[in-house]
């Protein structure tokens, strides 16, 4: 089985316990755990896979809170690293008016320093980017641009999640894109909501963005559709996956969950470029993927209600 390589921004989440007012008067939060990429890798270690998170905390309670979650969570956090810098904070409230209103305080993820050990393990494994926070300058942007080359050199299976924030890029949305870009050619696999991929290609057509996006090199474009399914995208065909029936609580995390979950799958076929050859076991693996995405929205918060192995593969 393959290592999965989850790289990008762990922090915490301060969610109003009383949705309805906007932060100026909100007054209690839950703390909950945070961070695509490491909902990700949370994701293929609850599966049974190894999913190894490369990010930095801040050496204070908050950091020393997240990383024992993803211990918790069976996640390798051997190359995670601890920052003097306080851990990255997102606070989040919904408005009277159902507006998102959001303050964000980065903190140590951007303080990631390059790993030179990592090269050599990268070999043959698979690469997940998907920080909401990894082109927002600092050292994890420098990381991502030396990984990605590391990546490249060592064979690996690249992943791409944009993880595109309104709140983090108003009004430099086509810096965004810019960068989203460079990585799209590198990667085997990106993995948008429709709303992404618009949003980069800027082409309202979904089928037609996906061709845009193969035209930049990237072999498998899956776009999540929430209870729709996903629709798979490779150069020559094209599949709506639907998923199954559920109820649904709370969506957060159902994205990371479904990324999650193909990975895993993808890091059980031996070289995981295989998948590139076959067009069936593709389409097989992400009606698993949605799965896990629909199951993961029945809970409440992400990491909390991401599926273990038999409920995904077994019911
Ligand atoms: P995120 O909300 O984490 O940013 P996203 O927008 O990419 O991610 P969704 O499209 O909401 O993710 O969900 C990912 C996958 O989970 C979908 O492709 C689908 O298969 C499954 N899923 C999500 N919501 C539902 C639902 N209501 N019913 C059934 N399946 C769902």
Same mark, same amino acid.
Not at 17 to 21: C, D, L, S, V
Not at 201 to 204: F, L, N, R, S
Not at 268 to 274: A, K, M, Q, T, V
């Given at each position: 089985m393959k290592t999965i390589y989850c790289i990008g921004e762990l922090l915490i989440d301060f969610v109003a &316990? *009383?949705? /309805? @007012?906007d932060l100026s008067k909100a007054k209690e939060f839950t703390k909950k755990a945070g961070g695509a990429p490491a909902n990700v890798a949370c994701a293929i270690s609850k599966l049974g896979g190894k999913g190894q998170f490369i990010g930095a905390v801040g050496n204070d309670p908050f950091g020393t809170y997240l990383l024992n979650v993803l211990k918790e969570n069976r996640v390798d956090i051997s190359l995670a690293q601890r920052s003097k810098t306080f851990t990255t904070m997102a606070f989040v409230s919904l408005a009277e008016d159902g507006e998102r209103d959001f303050v964000f305080s980065r903190g140590?993820? *951007?303080?990631l320093k390059y790993d030179s050990k990592l090269k050599k393990q990268l070999k043959g494994n698979i690469v997940h980017f998907g920080a909401a926070t990894g082109f927002l300058g600092g050292g994890l942007e420098e990381a991502y641009d030396r990984y990605i080359f590391d990546a490249i050199t060592q064979n690996a299976f690249i992943s791409f999640d944009p993880n595109f924030r309104g709140d983090l890029w108003k009004g430099e949305e086509e810096c965004f894109i810019k960068k989203c870009l460079r990585f799209i050619g590198k990667s085997q696999l990106c993995k948008f909501s429709n709303e992404e991929i618009q949003l980069i290609? /800027?082409? %309202?057509d979904i089928e037609k963005a996906c061709n845009i996006v193969h035209e930049l090199g990237c072999p498998i474009i899956c776009v999540t559709l929430g209870g729709e399914g996903t629709l798979v995208s490779t150069v020559d065909k094209k599949t709506t996956v639907k998923s199954i029936e559920v109820t649904p609580l709370d969506t957060t995390g159902a994205g990371d969950a479904f990324i999650g979950c193909l990975l895993y799958q993808i890091a @059980? &076929?031996?070289? %995981?470029?295989?998948i590139l050859k076959d067009y069936d076991q593709l389409i097989e693996m992400v009606s698993f993927a949605n799965r896990a995405g629909a199951i993961t929205t029945t809970g409440y918060g992400a990491i909390p209600s991401l599926p273990e192995h038999d409920a995904v593969f077994k019911s």
């Open positions: &316990i *009383k949705q /309805g @007012n140590a993820d *951007k303080k290609t /800027g082409e %309202p @059980n &076929i031996g070289d %995981p470029h295989l």
